[in-house]
């Protein structure tokens, strides 16, 4: 199993930004991506992006252009950077450890994003 532990999240004005961190502990030779997913009280828990451990990015259509992955050398740490962020971002954010072929190798417990003037 592999442990994953979120930070950076907080409050954040209309049209600025937060960076994401996550870091990854645990048996992380058996992860093949890591993605951060979102949950708000209207919606399930949605993809917002991914990066594989040979750096392919997928991302949310709702979030393209803004938002950027990324993940340490180490592979170890995976970061999420939100720029012009809108009301609409507002959710708690998840980080996930995924297996090769779709498997989840860990959750993170989430970090809350609020987006408010």
């Known amino acids: 199993q592999v442990q994953l532990v979120e930070s950076g999240g907080g409050l954040v004005h209309p049209g600025g930004s937060l960076i994401l961190s996550c870091v990854a502990s645990?048996?992380?030779?058996?992860?093949?991506?890591m993605a951060w997913y979102r949950h708000t009280p209207r919606n399930s828990r949605v993809l917002v992006a991914v990066?594989?451990?040979?750096?392919?990015?997928n991302y949310a259509d709702s979030v393209k252009g803004r938002f950027t992955i990324s993940r340490d050398e180490d592979r170890k740490t995976v970061h999420l950077q939100m720029d012009s962020l809108t009301p609409e971002d507002t959710a708690v954010y998840y980080c996930?450890?995924?297996?090769?072929?779709?498997?989840?190798?860990?959750w993170g417990t989430g970090t809350q994003v609020t987006v408010s003037s």
């Open positions: 996930k450890a995924e297996r090769p072929g779709g498997g989840t190798a860990g």
């Open positions: 645990g048996a992380i030779h058996s992860v093949y991506s």
């Open positions: 990066i594989t451990s040979g750096g392919i990015t």
